[in-house]
T-cell receptor, first 116, second 115 residues
C-alpha cells in the first residue's frame, strides 16, 4: 500500500521569505500523480500544484514550485515571497494512475504560519 | 464555473440517528469522491462514484453508504451514528480523461457533530 509522510507538523516563515515543506512517499508503482493541497481556516481544500510522475520537469504555479525527486520518492513544496494569505495547513497527496476511481492518499499535513 | 457545493455545511445529530449529506460536483465533472477528515485520523477516503456506480471504497463500516444520481450529484449516508463519526466530510469532483481521473477539486465540506 502507498503511504505519504509529512515530517514537519509545523513550519513558520516571515513575510516575503521562502519556505520549503517536505513530503516523502512510498510506492511500488511507476505511474502516479502527486499533489499539494492547501487548507486554510475556512477548511476549504484548495489545489496548489500537481505533478505527474512521468514528467521530469518540476511543476510551478506562480510563487509555488516543487522539487520532485522520483528515485528518492520525495516531493517538496517551495513557497517563495510568502504572504500572510499563505498561512494554512498544507497536505501532500498521492494518487495512482493505474486505475480509475482511485483515492487520494494524504499525508498528515504541515501547518504553516506566516508572520509580518 | 461554480465550484463543488455541499449541503448542509453544519449538522448536529445524536448517537443512533442517521444523516444524509449532499454534494453537487462542478458542472461537467462525472466523478465524485468522499473523504472524512478528523484530527486523529487525518483525511481518509470513503468512496468514489462515477456514472452512478461505486468504483472504489475505503475501509469504513457498512454504516457508511453513498449513491450518485444521473446528474452526477452524490449523497452519502451514515446510519446509526456514533460519537466517532464527528468529522468534516469533504466531497471532491473530477473530470475523466482517457479513463483516468483528473485532479480532484474539493467542496467546502460538511461539519458533522454527533452528541
Amino acid at each position: 500500500a502507498q503511504t505519504v509522510t509529512q515530517s514537519q507538523p509545523e513550519m513558520s516563515v516571515q513575510e516575503a521569505e521562502t519556505v520549503t515543506l517536505s513530503c516523502t512517499y512510498d510506492t511500488s508503482e511507476s505511474d502516479y500523480y502527486l499533489f499539494w493541497y492547501k487548507q486554510p481556516p475556512s477548511r476549504q481544500m484548495i489545489l496548489v500544484i500537481r505533478q505527474e510522475a512521468y514528467k521530469q520537469q518540476n511543476a510551478t504555479e506562480n510563487r509555488f514550485s516543487v522539487n520532485f525527486q522520483k528515485a528518492a520518492k520525495s516531493f517538496s513544496l517551495k513557497i517563495s515571497d510568502s504572504q500572510l494569505g499563505d498561512a494554512a495547513m498544507y497536505f501532500c497527496a498521492y494518487r495512482s494512475a493505474y486505475q480509475a476511481g482511485t483515492a487520494l492518499i494524504f499525508g498528515k499535513g504541515t501547518t504553516l504560519s506566516v508572520s509580518s | 464555473k461554480a465550484g463543488v457545493t455541499q449541503t448542509p455545511r453544519y449538522l448536529i445529530k445524536t448517537r443512533g440517528q442517521q444523516v444524509t449529506l449532499s454534494c453537487s460536483p462542478i458542472s461537467g465533472h462525472r466523478s465524485v469522491s468522499w473523504y472524512q477528515q478528523t484530527p486523529g485520523q487525518g483525511l481518509q477516503f470513503l468512496f468514489e462514484y462515477f456514472s452512478e456506480t461505486q468504483r472504489n471504497k475505503g475501509n469504513f463500516p457498512g454504516r457508511f453508504s453513498g449513491r450518485q444520481f444521473s446528474n452526477s450529484r452524490s449523497e452519502m449516508n451514515v446510519s446509526t451514528l456514533e460519537l466517532g463519526d464527528s468529522a468534516l466530510y469533504l466531497c471532491a469532483s473530477s473530470l475523466l480523461n482517457d479513463g483516468h481521473q483528473e485532479t480532484q477539486y474539493f467542496g467546502p465540506g460538511t461539519r458533522l457533530l454527533v452528541l
